[in-house]
Every structure is written in C-alpha cells, then in structure tokens.
C-alpha cells in the first residue's frame, strides 16, 4: 500500500473542502433563485429549478407533484408575496445536497392571506451540472414557541 505524505494529504483535504463549501453555495444560490421566482411568478425560471420528480409538501401537509405546484401559481391559487429564508444548513453529499433551516413568508393563498412561519427540509438534486429542488417539507413552528 502506498504512503502518502501529509502535505499531499492536506492538500487533498482542502481542495476537498472548498469543492464542497462551492457546492454549498451553489445550493444556496439556487435557492435564492428559486424565492426570487416564486415571488415573480416567474414559472419559466421554476421550471428550471424544480426537479421533474419533485415532491412539495406543504406545511398544511398537502402534497404536490411538480406540475400540481406550477399549476397552482399558474392559475393564481398560490401567489407568493414575500419570503425570507434563514438559518439555513447545507450538507453536500456528491449530487445530492440536503437544506435545513426556516423560512418566513407572506402568501395569498385561495384568495387569503397567510403569514407562514415555517421550518424546512429540502432535498436538492444536481442533474447535467444543475442543482434543482427535488423534495420540500415544511412544517409550521407554533406561535407559543
């Protein structure tokens, strides 16, 4: 078995971590995009970024499918007014990225506005060199908490 010398080692490391922490941010940028989509209703741009396979559950525990989600912005049933995501953590493990955190949201949903207080998991997904959404689950923090 060969030796390797700890400097190789070390280096090897680092330039393993920074691939990672470039992927983080990758992740993170891609999320960025996706808010500032949903905000806009820009459908073209989510198109992009959610995974045909996506899963979508919702803090109300209803479950969408890519094209239930897009529909629903589509046809006005969901509009996004305002969101902010914070704390978040991202884990990169190869093409696949995990995200935690919170996220703060106005909607109109069904024609009434919510304020949304929500923790999160999303599962991201890197597909011919793009991170896309694939699952999401939120559920609602307590008022009380």
């Given at each position: 078995?060969?030796?390797?010398?700890?400097?190789?080692?070390?280096?090897?490391?680092?330039?393993?971590?920074?691939?990672?922490?470039?992927?983080?941010?990758?992740?993170?940028?891609?999320?960025?995009?996706?808010?500032?989509?949903?905000?806009?209703?820009?459908?073209?741009?989510?198109?992009?970024?959610?995974?045909?396979?996506?899963?979508?559950?919702?803090?109300?525990?209803?479950?969408?499918?890519?094209?239930?989600?897009?529909?629903?912005?589509?046809?006005?049933?969901?509009?996004?007014?305002?969101?902010?995501?914070?704390?978040?953590?991202?884990?990169?493990?190869?093409?696949?990225?995990?995200?935690h955190g919170q996220t703060v949201m106005q909607a109109v949903i069904d024609g009434t506005t919510k304020q949304l207080n929500n923790l999160f998991q999303a599962v991201w997904i890197?597909?011919?060199?793009?991170?896309?959404?694939?699952?999401?689950?939120?559920?609602?923090?307590?008022?009380?908490?």
């Amino acid at each position: 078995m060969p030796i390797v010398a700890p400097k190789v080692v070390k280096e090897i490391l680092k330039t393993m971590n920074e691939t990672r922490n470039r992927e983080q941010l990758a992740v993170l940028r891609a999320d960025d995009e996706r808010y500032g989509a949903m905000i806009a209703n820009n459908l073209a741009v989510l198109d992009q970024l959610l995974d045909g396979d996506l899963v979508y559950t919702h803090s109300s525990a209803i479950v969408d499918t890519k094209r239930q989600y897009l529909d629903s912005l589509r046809d006005g049933r969901v509009k996004y007014v305002a969101a902010d995501r914070r704390d978040a953590v991202v884990a990169v493990y190869g093409t696949i990225a995990l995200m935690h955190g919170q996220t703060v949201m106005q909607a109109v949903i069904d024609g009434t506005t919510k304020q949304l207080n929500n923790l999160f998991q999303a599962v991201w997904i890197q597909r011919e060199g793009n991170w896309r959404l694939l699952a999401w689950a939120s559920t609602v923090i307590p008022a009380t908490r």
